[in-house]
């Protein structure tokens, strides 16, 4: 085992990080295509297989098959197993089953633990890794007997399974459902309680586990982290100012929710803008929603969930980086301060180059996508769907089915980039060297 771990560790951290989740994509496709995962006996096809498998591993949620109708049991607790990995990173679990068997990790092999968990340290990495295990188990079993009592009256015993999938699939951020159609909550947009469940766990799911450890561990705000800070503030602001906005717009919209009361179009406003930043859930069809709101959702979708966390996007804090700096600048500043804390030079790079490289990746597979589907479709929805694939959001306004081959595969990358991470991905493939050399410089005219 160390001759191998030796081996597999001379890759770059970011490059097993990578081979990491393809690894578990390939083996989640192979057992998708077994004749027992589904019910017609005959087994997913290798390109719906790789999506769903890519879907399911990187807790998208786009699907071109009907989990309740199309998989058994086999294929679904292979799905199940796909979003639970997925979601808490295969380096964070075979981290923590190697470290339990004695192994002893080295420089270099610490290296790539964090630049998986996306910390500054190595301090205290295995702590964290098991603090992240006992978070998820716990968090994920309260709302899975709650949901499997919720869900009792209408399925019996089958309650269970439909009590720990949801639970899980919630919590990943993964945005999977067992009530088939490819409906999702949209025929139980007034279970106000199964909608609070829900969004309660994308929203604890999706706030990372460094935060949660941090409300956690400390009682007051002044002892929380700058990062908890900035997560909560923007985590906060976001949901309220899509909640006000998807409400606003899809008041008079009776193919929406114009049709329902206040107070369940507030809910349904509410739960929409904490599903899209990175679940996929939805209680209303989203192809009937109007354009300003499909907007709102892919600015939302976009920017997506907290780091470390089982969501994706170019993350909140990113965002909130960018903000500041941009204030900053018109306010003739060469520092950003928040919170009495200074934000580095190389931190605001990276918030704009993370900011950039997603703006290109979505715009690039856009155009690829439509190129493909030959303008079938209106550019904003093939653009909704390519947001959707890259925030690991998984919401659908329907054309996910008429993909061909090669667009399904583009789709499938998307949502590897956005689970792994723009940055990361960019970074496997780039080699980083440094140079002694210093140039003179010169400035030009922009803006």
């Not at 097993?16 to 994509?25: A, D, G, R, T, Y």
């Not at 705000?221 to 909640?243: C, D, E, P």
């Not at 550019?379 to 690991?392: D, Q």
């Amino acid at each position: 085992m160390t001759r191998s771990l030796e081996q597999l560790f001379r890759f770059k951290p970011t490059q097993i990080i990578l081979l990491s989740f393809l690894f578990m994509i390939l083996l989640g496709t192979a057992l998708l295509m077994l004749p027992i995962s589904t019910t017609n006996h005959q087994g997913l096809t290798w390109i719906d297989a790789l999506f769903v498998s890519t879907s399911a591993s990187c807790v998208t949620g786009l699907t071109v098959v009907d989990i309740h109708n199309d998989l058994t049991t086999f294929g679904t607790i292979v799905m199940l197993m796909l979003i639970q990995v997925g979601g808490l990173g295969i380096m964070t679990l075979a981290t923590l089953a190697v470290h339990t068997m004695g192994y002893r990790f080295r420089l270099r092999e610490s290296l790539v633990l964090q630049e998986s968990l996306n910390q500054g340290g190595q301090a205290g990495l295995m702590e964290l890794i098991r603090r992240m295990i006992k978070y998820t188990l716990t968090i994920e079993f309260f709302f899975a007997v709650v949901l499997a009592a919720h869900f009792y009256p209408e399925f019996g015993w089958k309650a269970v399974g439909y009590g720990i999938f949801h639970s899980v699939s919630a919590f990943c951020n993964a945005g999977f459902d067992l009530f088939g159609n490819y409906d999702s909550l949209c025929k139980r947009n007034e279970d106000y309680f199964l909608m609070a469940c829900i969004a309660l766990l994308i929203i604890l799911g999706g706030i990372g586990f460094t935060v949660m450890n941090d409300v956690i561990n400390k009682k007051f705000w002044r002892q929380y982290s700058l990062h908890t800070k900035i997560v909560i503030v923007m985590n906060l602001a976001l949901i309220f100012v899509g909640t006000i906005l998807l409400f606003g717009v899809e008041y008079y919209n009776p193919s929406t929710v114009g049709n329902l009361s206040i107070p369940a179009q507030l809910a349904n406003a509410c739960f929409t803008s904490v599903s899209c930043r990175t679940a996929g859930f939805n209680s209303y069809d989203l192809a009937q929603a109007e354009q300003i709101s499909q907007l709102v959702m892919i600015i939302l979708m976009f920017i997506g969930a907290s780091p470390l966390s089982t969501g994706g996007g170019i993350k909140a804090t990113t965002f909130f980086v960018i903000l500041q700096s941009m204030w900053a600048v018109f306010r003739g500043k060469s520092e950003i301060t928040i919170f009495g804390r200074k934000i580095s030079r190389e931190l605001r790079d990276q918030a704009f180059a993370i900011f950039t490289m997603g703006t290109i990746w979505v715009v690039a597979a856009g155009i690829i996508l439509s190129a493909i589907d030959g303008e079938v479709h209106e550019l904003e929805e093939v653009i909704f769907e390519t947001v959707s694939g890259f925030g690991t959001v998984g919401m659908g306004i329907g054309i996910t089915l008429q993909w061909s081959m090669w667009g399904k595969l583009v789709l499938a990358l998307t949502m590897f980039v956005g689970r792994v991470g723009i940055m990361t991905f960019m970074l496997s493939l780039l080699a980083q060297k440094e140079t002694r050399i210093k140039y003179p410089k010169e400035d030009i005219m922009i803006g």
